[in-house]
């Protein structure tokens, strides 16, 4: 153990504790920080480590030796403490959503690239074996080749989470409602798409007054690779547990596929313009999780070891919180397109 990087992990709540177990694969969580002494004791609980805790993240970089930080708190945390850890020499990974708006998410890659640290968002959805087989199947020499227009249905019932009454449900900690329900499929759009030109968005009815923020919403995004996808999203449809919600439809150059999400398993089902019968493939829940998180986190170690390409960078983070706080402004405006990007004068 005393040859692989030191981790920080910074925000124990539950999936403090799932990242530190990927983490400690390939490198060594060696100290926890979190306001709440509970949390760290839990987590701690979890991994089987008795580790140095800490209230403080500043504190934490000052007394610990380190090589890099996991940042799963709150998202309204996140700039501050991807700024400090930079400032104090660590590499960083942090969950997404990386920001609430796109301007934290530049201070954020720019501390990175100012200090020569490494920068990657936890945007897992793309890398899982279900959703990765249609960014495969529609490469431009996939069988399907390139996806022309998608539309994602994400009708699901969150109630059972309790969301209402904490940090998620407030505008101004959490980023809004596709922080909450929404990121992946945005993440996901782009590794399908390439980068937004534009986006429209409307806000629907308001149903729970426990949220700061319209929890209804249609959006339309313009590529610029001349594809043209749709996001309709609620939090209190019966019908569709969270893990039941989100599958794609997607029409491409060459035919067609759809994903059909279960609770024990994932459905995909694809057809060529030229084939009679669609192919059929099953993607098992247990076995489509832990690879994702695995990559992003062992890419992230290889990037910082052996300067290995990632899977995922700050700037992918960056561009997906780009797509939400467009959605809102477009929303505020009654559906006028926002173009894209928002902070131009960032972007050198």
């Known amino acids: 153990m005393a040859n692989k990087l030191k981790f920080g992990l910074i925000g124990c709540g539950s999936f403090g504790a799932e990242l530190g177990k990927y983490i400690n694969e390939v490198a060594e969580v060696t100290a926890l920080c979190d306001p709440r002494t509970a949390g760290m004791d839990q987590t701690a609980e979890r991994m089987g480590a008795n580790l140095p805790q800490y209230t403080d993240h500043k504190e934490l970089f000052e007394r610990e030796t380190l090589d890099a930080v996991a940042i799963t708190s709150a998202n309204f945390t996140h700039r501050d403490i991807c700024v400090d850890a930079a400032g104090a020499g660590l590499h960083v990974f942090c969950e997404k959503a990386m920001a609430r708006t796109t301007a934290e998410c530049w201070d954020m890659v720019r501390a990175c690239r100012d200090n020569d640290r490494k920068l990657l968002v ?3 959805r793309r890398l899982r074996k279900s959703w990765g087989r249609m960014i ?3 490469r431009p020499d996939g069988p399907l080749g390139e996806p022309l227009a998608i539309t994602v249905t994400q009708y699901a019932d969150m109630r059972p989470y309790k969301y209402p009454g904490t940090w998620w449900a407030d505008r101004e900690k959490s980023g809004g409602a596709l922080s909450l329900l929404g990121v992946h499929v945005l993440d996901w759009f782009r590794a ?14 308001e149903m729970d007054p426990g949220y700061g923020y319209p929890t209804v919403m249609h959006a339309t995004y313009s590529f610029q690779s001349g594809a043209v996808a749709t996001l309709t ?8 547990k969270f893990r039941e919600a989100q599958g794609p439809m997607v029409q491409a150059r060459n035919g067609g596929l759809k994903l059909v999400p279960q609770m024990t398993h994932l459905d995909l089902y694809w057809q060529t313009l030229d084939t009679e019968d669609a192919v059929h493939e099953r993607f098992p829940i247990e076995e489509d999780f832990d690879p994702a998180y695995r990559r992003e986190v062992g890419d992230f170690v290889e990037w910082i070891v052996n300067d290995r390409p990632p899977c995922l960078t700050g700037m992918d983070g960056l561009r997906c919180v780009e797509l939400m706080e467009a959605s809102y402004r477009s929303a505020e405006k009654n559906g006028t397109w926002i173009d894209l990007p928002l902070c131009p004068e960032m972007e050198t």
Do not use: F, Q
Not at 192 to 205: I, K
Not at 233 to 240: A, D, F, M, V, Y
């Open 122 to 124: 936890g945007h897992k």
């Open 136 to 138: 495969e199947l529609t």
């Open 192 to 205: 399908m798409c390439g980068d937004a030109a534009r986006v429209s968005a409307l806000y629907g009815a």
């Open 233 to 240: 999203s609620t939090l209190h449809n019966p019908i569709h």
